[in-house]
């Protein structure tokens, strides 16, 4: 499968689409949308290349991963995918909103579908495997191509670091223990895609991020 990125405004969120040029089946994962200009910016790239949406999933349901969601589940008429961990975040959107003073209109939303680890979730041809990264929020996933080579983490795991722990229900040591045992066995060569800035690789993670290593100066509490 091939996958496409998009960067909003909303704390440089990237959200994703995740298609097979077979079938044309996509998913959209973690919308980030929060005015008319990026919600063109998605709708137009998915017309433009003869897409169907297929799956709306969401790694997390931190704000500026989700403030997108409402639009995306009324435009391509699909539920959300998520964990159910989760879902006390998305019934607090707004309350999230208020918190980091985002003046927008926003939404509470709700899962209508939960997915789990080791659920394949399938995108025409291809597969997504959700793999369970709890840490950043009880309820985070990653989404593993085996195929295409690349894991879409999320806020779990970045380049030369990891997600923040100190929001409702995160947990430093649980973070790095799941990341450990569900990120850094995939082959070294697997293109990580995270939820903010530029990829990386496993490989690279595994060797220099310093919140993994064995120095304990560098273990999350």
Avoid: W
């Avoid at 495997?129 to 985070?140: I, R």
């Avoid at 595994?206 to 100066?217: E, G, I, M, V, Y």
């Amino acid at each position: 499968m091939k996958i496409a990125k998009f960067e909003f405004s909303l704390f440089g969120i990237n959200t994703y689409v995740v298609y097979d040029p077979a079938t044309k089946a996509c998913a959209v994962i973690d919308p980030g949308m929060i005015n008319e200009e990026e919600e063109k910016a998605l709708s137009s790239f998915i017309e433009r290349n003869g897409l169907t949406v297929e799956h709306i999933i969401n790694t997390h349901l931190h704000v500026d991963h989700a403030v997108g969601v409402n639009y995306a589940k009324e435009l391509f008429r699909k539920p959300l995918e998520a964990h159910k961990d989760d879902e006390f975040l998305g019934e607090r959107l707004r309350q999230q909103a208020q918190m980091f003073g985002i003046q927008e209109r926003i939404e509470d939303i709700s899962v209508n579908t939960y997915i789990q680890d080791g659920d394949a979730i399938k995108i025409g041809d291809g597969e997504l495997k959700v793999l369970h990264v709890p840490g950043h929020s009880p309820g985070s996933i990653a989404l593993y191509d085996k195929v295409g080579g690349f894991v879409i983490t999320g806020d779990a795991l970045f380049e030369g670091s990891v997600g923040r722990t100190d929001l409702p229900g995160g947990n430093g040591s649980q973070l790095i223990k799941a990341i450990k045992e569900k990120l850094l066995t995939l082959p070294d060569t697997t293109v990580v895609c995270p939820g903010h800035g530029g990829s990386t690789t496993i490989g690279r993670e595994r060797a220099a991020n310093p919140f993994l290593a064995d120095n304990p100066h560098y273990r999350l509490k």
